[in-house]
């Protein structure tokens, strides 16, 4: 089966996809720095599908590593590229750290995988390209509109780069993924997200304060042009969207693109309020989410929901859990981890 490198692999998305990849029988290679994760992850993607996956500890802001790891995993056929930093506060205090790792990161990768004979590669963007949308749903034609932070600018650029890498390497192909609103973790609750101090999204935050961490939740505006006055978003099931990447790089290895680069939305269809968010994540798992309202969050987009079709229809991919199960897998994991932190006493 082909070999494929995932590069920020045992982060969040990664190492739901590593898994993905295995069950479909993949072979996977994973560079990581363990920046914003733990080597631990290996362990949780082993447990769930019996197999430790190759594991090289690099910064992909370091070109000679990345050329003898391509040396000595020799035959990788298609590269997911996860690792980037993506704190949107913190890309407005440190731009030039922002721009430098995910930018540099791409391009090393970029100018690496002529040399090594790899063609294939499946980007990591969001929806936050569409700023605010002025059609909903959104779809893969709606304009771009001028990034908001650093990090969202980097995946604009990083877009721009990619696609004027495909036009001038014609036997390079790429599939770009805009993701919406990834929550939740594995059924198993031996791998999901591990942020890194005081959560920036919603859903860890959440969990946080139904555990007992956070004292309150803070909703960002009930003032909104919206329903219950909360923003709403399109949030998908992170197994889902690791799903989409195996077919994607399927979709590649088998040749069946039609264009060189291929554009794709990952969303549900649906949007979500904040505090629909909340009511279902008490319902579905029966604990209370302490809340309350305060000013809204600058720089926040008031509704974006995915139009999915493009994937649905090209890619075969679906987004199929519901947003209880979704939401139950999330506490399942932050119950998993307050087990281990006990037994770590
Ligand atoms: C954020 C980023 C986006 C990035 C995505 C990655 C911003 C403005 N956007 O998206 O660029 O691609 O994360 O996952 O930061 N909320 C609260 N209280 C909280 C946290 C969040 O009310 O403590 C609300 C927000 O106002 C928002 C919703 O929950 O309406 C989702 O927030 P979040 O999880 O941060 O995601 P986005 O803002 O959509």
């Known amino acids: ?3 494929i490198l995932v590069t920020g692999g045992t982060g969040y998305i990664g190492s739901h996809t590593v898994v993905e990849l295995q069950k479909k029988g993949y072979d996977v290679v994973i560079v990581d720095n363990l920046s914003n994760s733990n080597i631990e992850v290996l362990s949780g993607i082993e447990k ?62 970029l100018e690496l995988m002529p040399v090594h004979k790899v063609p294939n590669i499946v980007f990591s963007s969001s929806c936050t390209v569409y700023g605010q949308p002025d059609v909903l749903p959104v779809d893969e034609n709606a304009p771009i509109k001028p990034a908001l932070s650093p990090y969202g600018n980097t ?38 997200e591990l942020p890194n101090g005081v959560p920036n999204n919603l859903l860890p935050f959440v969990t946080q304060t139904a555990i007992g961490i956070r004292s309150e939740l803070k909703v960002f505006g009930d003032d909104y042009n919206t329903p219950d006055g909360s923003c709403i978003r399109d949030y998908i099931n992170v197994v889902d969207l690791a799903k989409a990447h195996v ?28 505090l629909e968010i909340i009511r279902t994540f008490e319902a579905a798992n029966h604990v209370k989410v302490p809340y309350r309202i305060v000013g809204r969050r600058e720089g926040d987009i008031e509704q974006v929901w995915a139009n999915p ?18 939401l139950r897998s999330a506490w399942a994991w932050e119950l998993k981890l307050k087990e281990r932190r006990e037994n770590n006493k």
């Open 247 to 274: 077919l994607a790089v399927q979709r590649m290895l088998d040749a069946k693109n039609d264009k060189n680069i291929e554009i794709f939305n990952l969303g549900t269809g649906r949007g979500l309020s904040v």
């Open 48 to 109: 769930i599908t019996g197999i430790r996956p190759a594991f090289e500890n690099i910064d992909c802001l370091d070109y000679v590593s990345l050329d003898k790891m391509f040396e000595k995993h020799s035959g990788i056929e298609a590269i997911i590229h996860f690792a980037a930093s993506k704190a949107v506060g913190e890309s407005v205090e440190k731009p030039l750290l922002y721009y430098r790792n995910n930018l540099g990161s791409l391009i090393n990768l």
């Open 309 to 326: 079709e493009h994937a649905n229809k090209v890619l075969g991919w679906k987004a199929t859990e519901s947003v209880e199960d979704t």
């Open 1 to 3: 089966m082909a070999k």
């Open 155 to 192: 995946k604009q650029i990083c877009e721009e780069i990619i696609r004027d890498t495909i036009y001038a390497n014609p036997e390079m192909k790429a599939v770009v993924l805009r993701y919406f609103n990834p929550i939740g973790a594995h059924p198993s609750a031996e791998i999901g």
